[in-house]
């Protein structure tokens, strides 16, 4: 008969969690996850000496002083994710006890030093779209440890006007519950990760505000990485952008923005979903998707649009703008972030399908 397993107590539940950091102990995975508003613990704790005489490297546990009475103590345990749980007890081989027992300790010293050193952190992840990654695996992309993992992932099919209008009522939840974490803990650092529809992103950007200190990752397609700020070898020589801005005035109470980063917006696509507009283009010499990646090359673009909105609506009082934006995510939501609706006017935002007339469809306001 199999000896019963003994449970840990919730101190030392506690104890183990906090010393793997939430996250896998070989692949790094964050295994706590919250899905608006529910944490949903995908971990689990994996035993280096196993159970039993026929447990994995049970025939090892005399030479590490674990027998029945302590195979359950969370000195032999070892927060994995599913996969790597099953693979350490069926390649026991691969996996033996020395080697599991310095993966645990490696690991827990690697997450001790990021206590030590770093800040925690909270993680809101956004994505709603097929993209170049089905899974975001983020303490492998910041220098922190997680506390919060706010996870928003799921296919975004619905362009209707009721599509979007959910997208913005979820907009609204997940940013409540971002929100009251960020709060919850004392000198948390904020970090996003979005690869969504632009104006999802743009309205996400207005809820957060630039009120609230966070840092917006974007990703990198070609290195299939997250970057915020350029690394130190790129600081000093990033490429210059060469933005340019032009403005036409016919004297209309509507102003419209473009803004071409990754591709082109063309004036004939514009002005078959608006009339009667004052013009405002803000551009790059040569559009392309990898230009704009970095913090230094964002805060450009950003400062750029915040400025010359401003500027024009005091002085022209519009009614309304429209905001045609053709770059990438990370870069949508700090626009969102800069869009005061206290001083400016209602912003309406627009979904490009090429394969569709207008290419550019009406998507929400903000």
């Known amino acids: 008969m199999a000896n019963s397993r003994k449970p840990l107590s919730a101190g030392e539940n506690l104890d183990l969690w906090l010393r793997s950091g939430g996250m896998c102990a070989i692949c790094k995975k964050q295994l706590i996850l919250e899905e608006l508003g529910t944490k949903t613990n995908i971990g689990e704790k994996a035993h280096v000496i196993g159970h039993g005489e026929k447990g994995p490297r049970r025939e090892q546990g005399k030479m590490y002083g674990i027998d029945e009475t302590n195979v359950d103590s969370s000195n032999n345990l070892v927060f994995l994710c599913s996969e790597h749980h099953k693979l350490v007890d069926t ?8 080697k599991l027992f310095e993966i645990k300790k490696n690991h827990e010293e690697f997450v001790m030093s990021r206590l030590n050193i770093n800040n925690k952190s909270i993680a809101l ?5 097929h993209g170049p990654i089905d899974q975001i695996i983020l303490p492998q992309q910041i220098d922190s440890v997680l506390v919060e993992c706010i996870s928003y992932q799921e296919q975004f099919m619905d362009f209707s006007q009721k599509g979007w209008e959910k997208g913005k009522v979820d907009n609204e939840g997940i940013h409540k519950i971002f929100i009251d974490s960020y709060k919850a803990y004392n000198g948390v650092r904020a970090e996003i990760f979005p690869l969504s529809p632009i104006p999802l992103l743009i309205h996400l950007g207005t809820l957060i505000s630039d009120t609230v200190p966070v840092t917006v990752y974007q990703y990198d397609r070609y290195s299939q990485v997250w970057v915020s700020a350029a690394p130190h070898h790129l600081m000093g020589v990033l490429p210059d952008l060469d933005l340019k801005v032009s403005y036409t005035n016919v004297q209309a109470k509507t102003l419209t923005c473009m803004i071409s980063v990754s591709y082109p917006i063309h004036l004939e696509d514009v002005k078959a979903v608006v009339n009667d507009f004052d013009l405002l283009n803000i551009s790059v010499a040569q559009p392309s998707v990898d230009l704009v990646l970095y913090r230094e090359h964002v805060s450009q673009v950003v400062k750029l649009f915040k400025s010359n909105v401003e500027k024009l609506h005091e002085k022209n009082r519009y009614n ?47």
């Open 320 to 366: 309304d703008i429209h905001l045609f934006y053709a770059g990438p995510a990370g870069l949508a939501v700090e626009l969102g972030r800069c869009i005061n609706k206290n001083t400016l006017p209602y912003i309406h935002l627009y979904h490009y399908r090429f394969r569709e007339l207008p290419r550019h469809q009406f998507a929400l306001t903000v």
């Open 125 to 129: 992840i956004h994505k709603t779209m």
């Open 91 to 98: 390649q026991k081989d691969i996996y033996p006890a020395e």
